[in-house]
């Protein structure tokens, strides 16, 4: 009999274990702090396709380590930052995350390396983890490879322009200090 694994609650040191797989697809509203991210418009979103590998690496001496790969994808409606329309953005999240026993091992580890470290949940909610990478690899500035519509990148000020043909107020008070009085 197959069990069926949720990815909101599930069971790592398992899933590492027998390197099980898990892949789905979800839509945007069910991620509310993702969906918080787009424009509304004329642009649709896609849907959040996510996957999942579980891995257990043998230490030499020691327990396995448990692992987990993340990787997911959204299509998302976003504002450019150029020309203030519309933009789609494909937000990719890709990350491997090692797992230890507790918060004061994580501290340490994360620290001193570059990867990682997360405490182990035997009800582990890797959806959320899901959403919290793609909001972490939202683009800075979204812009268009090429905006829709010509973006004017200079200002002009009619009255600026003006302005500077007037004669300076203070060049005629220079020029009053050097005549000589009568």
Aim: hydrophobic share 45%; net charge negative.
């Amino acid at each position: 009999m197959e069990k069926k694994l949720d990815p909101q609650h599930l069971d790592l040191v398992t899933l590492a274990r027998d390197a099980i797989g898990l892949k789905g697809e979800g839509h945007l509203p069910d991620w509310s702090r993702l969906a918080e991210e787009q424009v509304s418009g004329s642009l649709l979103a896609g849907p959040v396709l996510w996957q999942l590998q579980g891995r257990s690496v043998n230490q030499a001496g020691g327990t396995n380590q448990i692992w987990l790969d993340v990787q997911a994808e959204v299509n998302l409606p976003m504002q450019c930052q150029r020309c203030l329309g519309p933009v789609l953005q494909t937000v990719v999240a890709k990350r491997a995350f090692r797992f230890v026993a507790d918060e004061a091992t994580a501290a340490l580890l994360d620290d001193e390396s570059e990867e990682d470290v997360l405490v182990i949940s035997r009800d582990f909610d890797a959806l959320a983890l899901i959403e919290d990478e793609l909001i972490l690899s939202l683009p800075l500035v979204p812009l268009h490879a090429a905006c829709p519509e010509t973006v004017p990148m200079a200002a002009v000020d009619p009255e600026f322009e003006a302005a500077a043909e007037r004669p300076n107020p203070f060049g005629v008070l220079a020029g009053l200090k050097t005549k000589p009085s009568d």
